[in-house]
């Protein structure tokens, strides 16, 4: 994914989300003219089926004690205890009621994931997110 950040200046519009920039705060990403935050969800997912950062987590745990709950920042003990105190919740759940994007809530759910916090499980054509 090459990007290169702009160096004009003047203002521009992100053609991902639509917000209003400085073009020498803006990126070129596929052809496109993006905002950080726009730059930063589509060029660096976090992938939630993978092994290494789930063993690096553990690892982590057994070397300062630190429980994976307590790793969570305030948004992901939000979205783990809504998880938990509903049983099964679907990803566009996660979207309508924490106000996050489509790519934020993979990586949140990614990170949990990666805890072993929460795990995906399929039922029917539903696919949905449970505690671990």
């Given at each position: 994914m090459g990007a290169k950040k702009m160096s004009e200046t003047g203002k521009v519009k992100c053609q991902s989300c639509g917000c209003e920039i400085l073009s020498e705060e803006s990126y070129v990403?596929?052809?496109l003219t993006v905002?950080?935050?726009c730059y930063l969800e589509k060029s660096h997912r976090v992938i939630a089926c993978n092994p290494l950062a789930t063993y690096s987590a553990k690892r982590f745990q057994e070397s300062d004690g630190l429980e994976a709950e307590d790793r969570l920042n305030d948004q992901q003990k939000a979205i783990y205890e809504f998880?938990?105190?509903?049983g099964k919740v679907t990803p566009q759940e996660l979207v309508d009621k924490f106000n996050l994007?489509?790519?934020e809530t993979e990586n949140q759910i990614a990170i949990l994931?990666?805890?072993e916090l929460t795990k995906g499980k399929k039922e029917g054509d539903k696919t949905y997110i449970v505690p671990f």
């Open positions: 990403l596929n052809g905002c950080d935050d998880i938990k105190s509903k994007s489509k790519a994931r990666h805890l």
